[in-house]
Each structure stands twice: as structure tokens, then as C-alpha cells.
């Protein structure tokens, strides 16, 4: 199944990408069903994302980035952590002229990896423009106004939560040292 093409000129920039290859969910869930051996779906989000708010059965976890935490003065700041292995964990389960399906929450996270996988050669990343929640829903006689609703994968596809842990792609953390 071929997706209906979607120009950059339809994207906001944070959604587009340099090999200009994207799909909405609905369309990425055809693929994937036309050809599941060979069509990949990468879910980029944050470990906690993919398995408390829910994601595409056949997805694979490959986190992009991390969050952290730290409490100073009475305040918990947190910050992004970009993982410095994604490109090496994608490389473990794809070749670079396989179909890679890569989604996050709306497509903007997706674009940089797919930005990121395309410098390392991979030929053929599409970002998943809606994501897994979908864009906000701009109706404000809506009670779903401002909400994650309008598309995305948990409005057009299957998807579940919980996890197998075999899909979740981290890098082994060395074993910590024994407490004095």
C-alpha cells in the first residue's frame, strides 16, 4: 500500500524532515499490514511513554532521548537527555534501505530521528506526522479542546499497553557498585 504523500508544505517545520518520507498513523498501520516482515515501526519515545500511555503492538522502543530528574532547593527540575546510542540500537534491528515507520507523541521528536537516521544512511525513514496521541484538537466548544485527540495512532489503529520487554532497546547499564 502506497501512503498518500504528504508535502513539507503541509507540515509545521518542527514535523519535517530531510528526506521528506511521511505518513499519517492511519496510513503507516496499512503499511505495516501489507508487509510486516519487512515494514519496521520504531516508537522513539521515552520508555515511560511507550509502555504507561500505550503504543502499536509491533512497535519497537528505541528511546531517542531520556528524561531526568533532580530535586535543587526545594524544586524538581527535569531535562532532556538525548541517548548517544539511538543510531547504533536502530542500526541492531534495521538495514539502511528497510521501511522504517518512526513515530513519537505528534511527529515533531520523529522528524529528528529521522534526521538522524538519514545522515547515518538509512534511505527509506518516514515519520509518523500524527504521532501516537495525535494533534490537539482546536475546537473550543469541544470538551476535548486542547487534547491529543485529533488523529494519531490511538485514534486510527490498534495499539496496547504494557510491554515485551524484548522490544524495549537499551543499552545494558554496567552493574552499579556494593554499598560500603
Known amino acids: 500500500m502506497q501512503p498518500q504523500p504528504i508535502s513539507d508544505a503541509d507540515l509545521p517545520k518542527g514535523k519535517r524532515t530531510t528526506l521528506k518520507l511521511y505518513v499519517t498513523s492511519a496510513d503507516a498501520y496499512e503499511m505495516w499490514r501489507a508487509d510486516p516482515i519487512n515494514v519496521k515501526i520504531i516508537d522513539i519515545r521515552t520508555p515511560e511513554e511507550f509502555v504507561f500511555v500505550g503504543h502499536p503492538e509491533m512497535a519497537w522502543n528505541v528511546p ?9 532547593a526545594g524544586k524538581t527540575k527535569h531535562a532532556v537527555q538525548w541517548n548517544p546510542d539511538f543510531v547504533d540500537e536502530v542500526k541492531g534491528l534495521a538495514g ?40 490537539k484538537v ?43
Open 138 to 180: 482546536d475546537d473550543p466548544g469541544s470538551v476535548f479542546h486542547g487534547k491529543r485527540m485529533r488523529n494519531g495512532w490511538k485514534n486510527s489503529a490498534p495499539w496496547v499497553y504494557g510491554y515485551d520487554p524484548e522490544k524495549i532497546i537499551l543499552k545494558e547499564s554496567p552493574p552499579k557498585p556494593a554499598d560500603p
Open 96 to 135: 539502511p534501505d528497510d521501511v522504517l515507520l518512526i513515530t513519537c507523541r505528534s511527529g515533531d521528536r520523529g522528524a529528528i530521528a529521522v534526521n538522524q537516521l538519514a545522515v547515518a544512511g538509512f534511505t527509506n525513514a518516514f515519520n509518523i506526522v500524527d504521532g501516537v496521541e495525535g494533534d
Open 64 to 72: 531517542l532521548a531520556f528524561v531526568t530528574y533532580q530535586r535543587k
